[in-house]
């Protein structure tokens, strides 16, 4: 068989980019000249060098372009430089409370600082040195505001931490950096609600054209959190703001980054990797579609090249999407029909059509070039 043509159509987009200004976090662009970046942050305990390491290692594979690390502790901030040596991602200190650790920070050689002007000591007393020290070592910064730790005398002003409140806070703290001729940062305005954050996004984004890091905070366990920062996330990002994202949750650091990336995929933001189109079964489908499409996506989720796969469970809809994907399948009576490129090819018996498709991939991976590394396939 001829090589197949993979890959797909230029990505449709709902809206252009907002354009803002471009900064750095190591070797990763964050503003309209780049593409959206992923972030996430470690859970372990910075102090324990192997276990952040490690985690950082796992978030790296899963496709996370930045990562932050919590500096609560002096011990902490002793041992930042050896982790952002060895990463293999740029490396954000978290600061909060203690001015002397952004130094620290910066000193160890971190991409970037967080700082949260709400709750560091005399935070607008420190803007000066911070600025200097970060323009000296070409860190770039993010100021961080948050709807839980808000300054008390914007709370005290607004009421509570209202969208003009979160905006008030994050203009004044960036003009401060701006009247030192400082303009490597970063802001984010997060809250829990999603419907209050993007109104504050929206309202900061008038304001000027600092890029910005877009966040639900405290979003809730995986299920909650995923809908909520998807709600918001595409709000934004459909009308073109946001420069790089992190959605956080109550699970392990990785699953934030695998829903970031889909996140980003969905709008056109990022090239697609894997795509698993599947019906969600009813009672016209002759096979376990449930089961069937999730054997699939696990069988086929470390491939690491655009493939857009069908896994239909019955003779309506199957043929035509089947027909419409990369690699398909449209099962019916026991057996399900693979397509390739809109083509049968053959004809199995339902327990083969997972070994099948997963045999296809591979087989069309190999036939593009995409070996060793480019395109990984896992074995049934």
């Known amino acids: 068989m001829a090589a197949i043509n993979l890959g797909n159509p230029e990505p449709m987009t709902l809206g252009p980019r907002r354009k803002t200004r471009q900064i750095r976090v190591g070797r990763i662009g964050v503003g309209s000249e780049s593409q959206v970046s992923v972030q996430s942050?470690?859970?372990?305990?910075?102090?324990?060098?192997?276990?952040?390491?490690?985690?950082?290692?796992?978030?790296?594979?899963?496709?996370?372009d930045i990562v932050r690390v919590a500096v609560p502790t002096q011990d902490d901030a002793d041992v930042l430089h050896i982790i952002a040596k060895k990463s293999q991602i740029p490396v954000i200190a978290d600061i909060h409370f203690q001015p002397k650790y952004v130094f620290t920070a910066i000193e160890a050689g971190c991409a970037a600082v967080r700082v949260n002007p709400g709750n560091i000591r005399k935070f607008d007393d420190q803007v000066g040195a911070i600025a200097r020290a970060a323009s000296d070592a070409g860190v770039s910064l993010r100021i961080g505001v948050n709807a839980g730790s808000l300054?008390?005398?914007?709370?005290?002003?607004?009421?509570?931490?209202?969208?003009?409140?979160?905006?008030?806070?994050?203009?004044?703290?960036?003009?401060?950096?701006?009247?030192?001729?400082f303009h490597d940062f970063k802001i984010s305005v997060k809250h829990h609600d999603p419907v209050v954050m993007v109104k504050t996004y929206r309202q900061l984004a008038e304001r000027g054209n600092w890029p910005l890091h877009l966040g639900v905070t405290e979003?809730?366990?995986?299920?909650?959190?995923?809908?909520?920062?998807?709600?918001?996330?595409?709000?934004?990002?459909?009308?073109?703001?946001?420069?790089?994202?992190?959605?956080?949750?109550?699970?392990?650091?990785?699953?934030?980054?695998?829903?970031?990336?889909?996140?980003?995929?969905?709008?056109?933001?990022?090239?697609?990797?894997?795509?698993?189109?599947?019906?969600?079964?009813?009672?016209?489908?002759?096979?376990?579609?449930?089961?069937?499409?999730?054997?699939?996506?696990?069988?086929?989720?470390?491939?690491?090249?655009?493939?857009?796969?069908?896994?239909?469970?019955?003779?309506?809809?199957?043929?035509?999407?089947?027909?419409?994907?990369?690699?398909?399948?449209?099962?019916?009576?026991?057996?399900?029909?693979?397509?390739?490129k809109g083509e049968v090819i053959r004809t199995v018996p339902e327990a083969d059509i997972v070994e099948t498709l997963i045999a296809e991939a591979r087989r069309i991976a190999d036939e593009q070039g995409l070996e060793s590394g480019e395109a990984t396939v896992l074995t049934p």
């Open 219 to 340: 979003a809730g366990p995986a299920f909650q959190g995923t809908i909520k920062s998807a709600a918001a996330f595409g709000i934004l990002l459909a009308e073109g703001i946001g420069d790089t994202i992190r959605v956080s949750l109550s699970a392990p650091p990785v699953e934030e980054v695998k829903v970031g990336l889909q996140l980003l995929q969905s709008l056109g933001l990022r090239e697609k990797k894997l795509e698993i189109v599947s019906c969600p079964s009813c009672g016209r489908a002759q096979v376990d579609v449930y089961t069937l499409a999730e054997d699939v996506t696990e069988g086929l989720k470390d491939v690491q090249f655009p493939l857009r796969v069908a896994v239909m469970g019955c003779v309506v809809n199957g043929p035509g999407e089947a027909r419409e994907a990369d690699l398909g399948v449209a099962s019916g009576n026991g057996k399900g029909q693979i397509f390739v």
């Open 41 to 64: 942050m470690t859970t372990t305990k910075t102090t324990d060098i192997n276990g952040t390491l490690q985690q950082i290692a796992e978030l790296t594979a899963a496709g996370c």
């Open 151 to 181: 300054d008390p005398r914007l709370l005290q002003k607004h009421g509570k931490a209202t969208p003009e409140a979160l905006v008030e806070s994050a203009v004044w703290e960036a003009s401060l950096f701006e009247e030192h001729d």
